[in-house]
């Protein structure tokens, strides 16, 4: 087996020895691994079906995508008007101000294709202009954490390539709900009222997204009349209005009229790219992650680690396998912070950081007895959010993910277009020497991260987390279930978690038996509470998964029952 690189035109792949542990598709096809009994879970049953599947945070983003496919659209079709729902059904987590990243595998080429609609600082917003206001750090709230919004882009970007129905008809789903209303889900009330009260700042969002001062109450029904206006002009003059046209003008407006730094230039000019994916081989899988400016590299560090180590044998003591997961992912944040940035601004070492040699020296830190106090980035030398995963009848696959960072954003409606507006800019640094420092018309690092997996080229499973950090903890931490531990793919959403919460701080599921904590607490990790305002259910994410059945060509998708959603086939 070995270590494979996939970037622009050139590839590296060096040779390493774990052919004997087991396989995703293996455990896909029937081929018995009994996983440990301390992992197994007694929660629903994962979705099988014959002609496609989707998986979605919310029913009904996951109807509307069903409707889609079974009505003859394919996995493009379905997963844009899947994010056009959440748009509007999980107005906190994405929608049309926020940004997008998305997979694609195609049945028809066999190619993996990636999306970056991640959208850049305006050309006002510099580091001159937060050290005038005795600024160290972007603010997660107002105007001045706000960047131009990237998903509705994304969205065109992939019906005028890919699709096979017209954008009015694919957001004619998230407009009826925008005006006849939704019930509120009891997850998403949860997190609405844990951070309602940014909203009470701006007078648009308090008008736009609370009910008397307050956010809305589980089963109550919701409208959003403003949106629906917007997303009706959307639906009929496309990426045009937005970027270009009327609502690019209200949002530009907006922003004058409140001294934000976002302007009509900083929309008409942007443009969402096509861009190679990386990817890394383990166990046979190649794992496909988009490139930096998104974190998908940092899943990526953490295989190429714990492909050094017996998985399956070091779970037979929950402790050594909990405890080899946690520093791995301890060294890949490191490099993570230190490295990543926009490629198109700074150079990102993107292949030396995935390099076999890299792997093996970063493993030599871990050890098996102690937690590393602090990690520190390797030496090289030179040179909030919603997931929508679907499968269709033909073989295409599309793992999408968007947000708007963190939970309700900037916490800033533009003006009257109900388009609640991502606080993206709190990715940048305001150190002048950091790759990842803050330059107009510059990307921030991104957390957003969509994930897809193939094995003999075939696609076998796309994933995505929502929850910022926690999004390449969970995928690797539901990628080692599936592949090193055989665990089912339900059960592996289900199965208890950690979230390495930064320094020796690490947040453990109630799940995870208090022995083994006790012993992890011995080798110096420090079990902790989340960081307020985040919730324990909340910060561990939630995950969304559809498998391929290789032996009986039949499709799988999972939910994860931290979030409120669901997994639909026909």
């Not at 003006?415 to 609640?420: F, P, Q, V």
Request: hydrophobic share 45%; glycine share 10%; aromatic share 6%.
């Amino acid at each position: 087996m070995g270590i494979g690189l996939v970037l622009g035109g050139w590839s590296v792949q060096v040779v390493r020895a774990d052919a004997s542990l087991p396989s995703l598709s293996a455990a896909a096809a029937g081929t018995p691994v009994l996983p440990p009994p301390w992992l197994v879970t007694t929660g629903r049953s994962s979705v099988r079906a014959r002609s496609g599947v989707v998986a979605s945070s919310q029913p009904l983003a996951a109807r509307a995508g069903l409707e889609v496919l079974a009505h003859g659209g394919n996995a493009v079709d379905a997963a844009i008007a899947m994010a056009g729902v959440l748009a509007v059904v999980e107005p906190g987590m994405s929608g049309l101000g926020g940004d997008a990243f998305a997979l694609l595998y195609l049945a028809k080429t066999g190619e993996v294709r990636a999306l970056n609609a991640s959208g850049w600082a305006p050309q006002a917003m510099t580091r001159s202009y937060f050290s005038g206001k005795s600024l160290t750090k972007i603010p997660l709230t107002g105007w001045d954490s706000v960047t131009v919004p990237g998903a509705v882009a994304g969205w065109a970007a992939l019906q005028e390539r890919y699709g096979t129905r017209s954008l009015s008809a694919l957001l004619s789903f998230a407009i009826e709900y925008a005006e006849q209303g939704f019930p509120v889900m009891e997850k998403t009330a949860e997190d609405w009222a844990q951070f309602a009260a940014k909203l009470k700042a701006d007078p648009a969002a308090r008008a736009t997204l609370l009910v008397g001062d307050r956010a809305p109450h589980a089963g109550e029904l919701f409208r959003q009349p403003q949106l629906a206006k917007t997303l009706r002009v959307l639906a009929k003059e496309g990426r045009k209005a937005f970027y270009e046209g009327a609502i690019a003008r209200s949002i530009a407006e907006a922003a004058r009229s409140q001294r934000g730094l976002l302007s009509y230039a900083d929309l008409a000019e942007y443009k969402a790219q096509w861009v190679e994916p990386i990817a890394t081989l383990y166990r046979g899988h190649r794992i496909f992650e988009c490139p930096p400016n998104g974190q998908g590299i940092t899943a990526l560090l953490v295989l190429n680690l714990l492909s050094g180590f017996d998985l399956a044998q070091l779970a037979k003591q929950p402790a050594d396998y909990y405890h080899t997961l946690i520093e791995a992912t301890k060294l890949a944040f490191a490099d993570r912070d230190r490295y990543l940035a926009d490629p198109n601004a700074e150079p990102v070492p993107v292949a030396r950081l995935l390099s076999a040699e890299y792997a093996t020296q970063r493993r030599q830190l871990i050890s098996a007895e102690h937690a590393l106090s602090a990690a520190t980035p390797g030496a090289l030398g030179a040179g909030d959010t919603s997931y929508v995963v679907v499968a269709d009848k033909d073989g295409n696959v599309v793992s999408y993910i968007g947000s708007l960072y963190m939970m309700l954003g900037s916490g800033v409606v533009a003006g009257e277009t109900g388009i609640l507006l991502q606080d993206r800019a709190a990715g940048f640094s305001l150190d002048a020497h950091h790759p990842n420092r803050l330059e107009p018309r510059k990307r921030p690092a991104h957390t957003i991260i969509p994930a897809l997996v193939t094995k003999d080229g075939k696609p076998v499973l796309a994933l995505g987390v929502v929850g910022g950090d926690m999004q390449p903890q969970a995928q690797v931490q539901i990628l080692s279930g599936l592949i090193d531990l055989g665990l089912p793919l339900q059960q592996a959403l289900e199965a208890p978690r950690f979230f390495f919460q930064g320094g020796r701080e690490v947040v453990f599921e109630k799940a995870i038996p208090a022995s083994v904590i006790e012993n992890l607490t011995a080798r110096g990790h420090l079990p902790a509470a989340p960081k307020p305002p985040w919730t324990l259910r909340a910060i561990m994410g939630g995950v969304q998964a559809v498998r391929i059945d290789p032996e009986h060509k039949t499709l799988e998708a999972a939910s994860d029952p931290r979030k409120d959603g669901l997994a639909l086939g026909y």
